[in-house]
């Protein structure tokens, strides 16, 4: 109680210094969600509101096949620290990100049945005995970087997740934002270019509150490919200025079935990123999104990185 009680209060102080509505990274769930889990590859203090969806109906009224019986809509106000230190620890960068979720049924069945959905012309997905509680979950991270014809290109590290919903210890690597073409354009917000990522990820998960039956590990892959605008901040950073992303995923499962087999999991996701302000999407429909939302999860997320807001 005591935990979560600090980390309302700090909330509500960042969002009363930023004088703006702030939404920001969530923590572990939506990695499993499909989101992007690459880690930051600049220093940042993020603050904002993530909506992360479970139902046990697909978009065509299929049940899904796992023990997870009722409807879970996580609204996760989050707090997001990376920090990329100098001097002997050049190199290193370390992340904790803690989310407080009053979790119920809305506002992400209005965004999924009428708003998507309506969209799409696909009916509603029903709600079965949605979750009614306080959900907390707390990560942190350690990363490694390395250059490949520039700098902070390559990354291996690791990190945990712990909660109410589930627990997790994970190791990742791969490549962030590789430059693949010339500059397209210079000009005052830096040089556009075409830019390329790749991760992989594999975990230790134990159940939680919430998931009580995960799969004992996890193995995540996504490419990911981004247009966009990169200029250097004040500490010779490369930021975009302005960024179009675009991934895929294929998780192995956190969600089993009744005989403990996991439920493998293709996603997409995209993000669009225009100053300090990034907003995500990410949806499990890859593979028959012309004709329904295919699986039960979808999410978005609406960050504020408050580092860049105030300088």
């Known amino acids: 109680m005591f935990l979560v009680s600090k980390t309302v209060v700090a909330l509500l102080l960042i969002v009363i210094l930023a004088n703006t509505q702030a939404f920001g990274e969530a923590p572990a769930p939506s990695v499993h969600w499909g989101s992007l889990a690459f880690p930051d590859q600049y220093s940042t203090f993020t603050t904002g509101l993530t909506l992360d969806r479970f139902t046990p109906t697909d978009g065509a009224g299929a049940k899904y096949d796992s023990t997870i019986s009722q409807t879970l809509g996580l609204n996760l106000i989050t707090l997001s620290w990376t920090q990329h230190w100098g001097d002997q620890w050049s190199g290193w960068s370390t992340n904790l990100t803690a989310g407080i979720s009053p979790t119920s049924n809305e506002p992400s069945e209005f965004f999924q049945n009428k708003v998507v959905h309506q969209l799409r012309h696909l009916p509603p997905v029903p709600t079965f005995q949605s979750r009614r509680d306080t959900d907390v979950m707390i990560d942190g991270s350690v990363t490694k970087w390395l250059p490949l014809f520039q700098p902070k290109a390559v990354f291996f590290g690791g990190g945990f997740s712990v909660g109410t919903l589930y627990q997790e210890v994970f190791l990742r690597t791969g490549i962030r934002r590789l430059q693949v073409t010339p500059d397209l354009y210079r000009g005052d917000w830096g ?31 996504q490419p990911a490919l981004a247009i966009g605008q990169y200029a250097q ?31 493998k999991q293709f996603f997409w996701s995209a993000a669009l990123t225009g100053g300090p302000v990034r907003l995500e999407t990410w949806n499990d429909s890859l593979g028959n999104i012309s004709r329904s939302d295919f699986g039960p999860t979808y999410g978005v997320s609406l960050t504020v990185d408050l580092f860049r807001l105030f300088n």
Request: no cysteine; proline share 2%; net charge neutral.
């Open 191 to 221: 040089a556009v270019s075409v830019r390329t990522s790749i991760l992989g990820r594999v975990s230790l998960q134990e159940d939680g509150a919430v998931l009580h039956a995960t799969k004992q590990t996890s193995r995540i892959v």
């Open 233 to 263: 901040n004040h500490k010779g950073e490369t930021v975009p200025t302005w960024e179009v992303e675009v991934a895929l995923t294929w998780d192995s499962g956190i969600f089993v079935n009744g005989v403990g087999q996991s439920r």
